[in-house]
């Protein structure tokens, strides 16, 4: 059985909770949701005697979505593996439920699950780490139950984490580390624990430059008297979304931490953290659609203009159509990209597997995040002036999904990173073309679905092509070259779903939508010359020559 359509026979075994939590979402936890964005969090520096105590106050709403998120098992269910390789689809269609709802609380729950994938394969001897803390990051119990962080972002800032990274570990003679250093951006700081990343301080007392003197560091947030572990809270980030969370520069002044990886292997190390956090980026850009357009297909439904209804305005149904279309693509490309991740953690994958879940979690989480901003915008609009109030919390959708495309590397950074993919190996290159061919090989004996499919293998066969033609002006063509790899897919996979025995006309429509778009952005880019040089230094002058 292919692996979409088992999702259906799978599906099946936990549909029950799920569709039981999607009505808890909507009759309790979205309005716990608007309360955290009501009931923003705050930080107290001193007290009224002037000692310094540093305390976040966070509101009733915000520990509600904690509760809840561990007993209804966000991070635990894919490490429990009750459905082996379907437990972490299972965990994607339900975060995709919460996130939007979440009242951010989604954003420390990827944190903590990458988090929980890098303690749950650290080859260490520490029980403490690899039992304790891990069952506390996958505990069920409210009170037992454990939130990460991720401290990766310094003064300096940017995606360049090996130039960037100023905090520098000295060993202590208990062979623990100090840590020095300020880390300028660390979101849900209420977190319990971080792993994050610093400089070693070498027995002849210097550090070494670059990537190799980087190692990963676990960090307890306070000691054992509920103190900060020698943590200073600067500020809370007064952020443009995300206001619901708490996000702060922190200085490290000694601060305890224990070495997790050896000293040259701190980046990779930490990649490991940085795979989960993009997927789950993914799945909030999907879930933020999902909850637009589902609002602004209910609002035509009651909304009256000129006498009608907004839904008998067959403009505003083809808007409204072409958002649910685009919102499809995204949560088919995120539903596979986490079986994708399933198949690997049960090791049930294939080299093909691995090659794809290599090259599309960047692919992923670079073009949903831009397609969330843009339907997240249009459905706003279909709301007219109250979509731009406050009160109705669609303004506030707007302001959070605008970090998606940002968070864990903007849309440039993570199209270089498919580059690097790509070139790491020529086995990711021949998995994706052939996994595309197979995805479309039902669709192809289809007659309605014929043509379509052709049009996709073209588009990848022309992709590749001008890719081994064109070597030279990847580089700067690379934004082009991954949303071409995004569409492609994402039109491979609603074409197999479309001849699935499930499918419906409208499953159809949207395969038919997907196939007949401008599927290969890179291939149109070299035929009018984008990222020939001339090209490029007259784009250069454009923006940054002399203006008269």
């Known amino acids: 059985m ?6 259906s026979k799978i599906l099946s075994e936990f549909e029950e909770d799920l569709i039981k939590f999607g009505d808890k979402v909507e009759q309790e936890i979205y309005a716990i949701h608007l309360q955290c964005d009501r009931q923003q969090p705050t930080l107290i520096s001193y007290d009224a005697w002037g000692k310094r105590i540093d305390v976040i106050e966070t509101s009733s709403a915000w520990k509600k979505m904690h509760a809840i998120s561990a007993t209804e098992g966000f991070i635990s269910i894919p490490y429990e ?14 975060l995709i439920l919460f996130s939007s709802a979440s009242g951010l609380y989604s954003c420390p729950l990827a944190m903590t699950d990458g988090a929980a994938k890098i303690t749950e394969e650290l080859k260490l001897d520490e029980d403490w780490l690899k039992k304790g803390v891990f069952g506390k990051l996958t505990s069920r119990d409210p009170l037992e139950f454990w939130t990460s962080g991720q401290w990766m972002t310094e ?13 520098i570990a000295k060993k202590d003679k208990d062979g623990f580390y100090r840590l020095y250093g300020n880390k300028w951006f660390t979101s849900a700081t209420d977190a319990n624990m971080a792993f994050t990343l610093a400089r070693v301080v070498q027995e002849n007392g210097q550090t070494i430059s670059g990537k190799n003197g980087l190692a990963m560091f676990y960090v307890a947030v306070r000691d054992e008297d509920g103190q900060l572990n020698n943590i200073e809270i600067v500020n809370l980030k007064n952020k443009l979304g995300t206001r619901q969370m708490p996000t702060a520069e922190l200085q490290l002044n000694g601060t305890k931490a224990f070495k997790v990886s050896p000293t040259e292997k701190g980046i990779s190390y930490i990649a490991t953290m940085l795979t989960i956090t993009r997927i789950h ?8 659609m999902r909850r637009i357009v589902n609002m602004a297909c209910q609002f035509a439904t009651e909304r009256q203009a000129f006498k009608h209804l907004l839904k008998d305005f067959p403009l505003h149904v083809k808007t409204l159509a072409k958002l649910e279309m685009e919102t499809r693509g995204a949560t088919i ?3 596979h990209l986490g079986h994708l991740l399933g198949l690997q953690e049960n090791k049930k994958s294939s080299p093909l597997q691995d090659n794809l879940l290599r090259l599309l979690t960047p692919v992923t989480k670079l073009y949903t995040g831009k397609q969330a901003v843009a339907v997240v915008s249009e459905g706003l609009e279909c709301f007219g002036g109250q979509g731009y109030i406050e009160d109705t919390g669609i303004p506030t959708m707007l302001r959070d999904s605008q970090v998606l495309p940002i968070w864990e590397g903007t ?4 199209s270089l990173d498919v580059l690097r993919a790509l070139h790491s190996s020529k086995e990711i290159l021949e998995s994706f073309s052939n996994n595309v061919r197979m995805l479309v090989s039902s669709a192809s004996q289809n007659e309605l679905l014929n043509t379509a499919s052709c049009n996709v293998v073209k588009a990848m066969d022309e992709t590749i ?58 291939c149109n ?22 203006h008269t």
Do not use: C
């Open 2 to 7: 292919s692996s979409f359509h088992a999702y």
């Open 81 to 94: 593996r009750k459905y082996k390789e379907y437990s972490r689809l299972y965990q994607v269609v339900k």
């Open 411 to 414: 849309t440039n950074i993570l």
């Open 465 to 522: 092509q001008m890719m081994i033609s064109n070597k030279d002006v990847l580089a700067s063509a690379a934004r082009d070259l991954a949303f071409s790899f995004a569409r492609i897919y994402i039109s491979a996979l609603l074409l197999r779903h479309a001849t699935s025995p499930e499918s419906t006309p409208s499953d159809v429509k949207t395969a038919l939508y997907w196939s007949e778009m401008e599927l290969t952005p890179f």
């Open 333 to 335: 490309l995120v539903l």
């Open 155 to 167: 003064r300096r800032g940017g995606s360049d984490v090996a130039a960037s990274t100023e905090t």
């Open 525 to 546: 880019g070299i035929k009018k010359g984008a990222y020939h040089s001339d090209n490029l230094t007259a784009e250069f002058d454009l923006v940054f020559g002399k």
């Open 281 to 288: 980026n993914s799945i909030s850009a999907v879930s933020y």
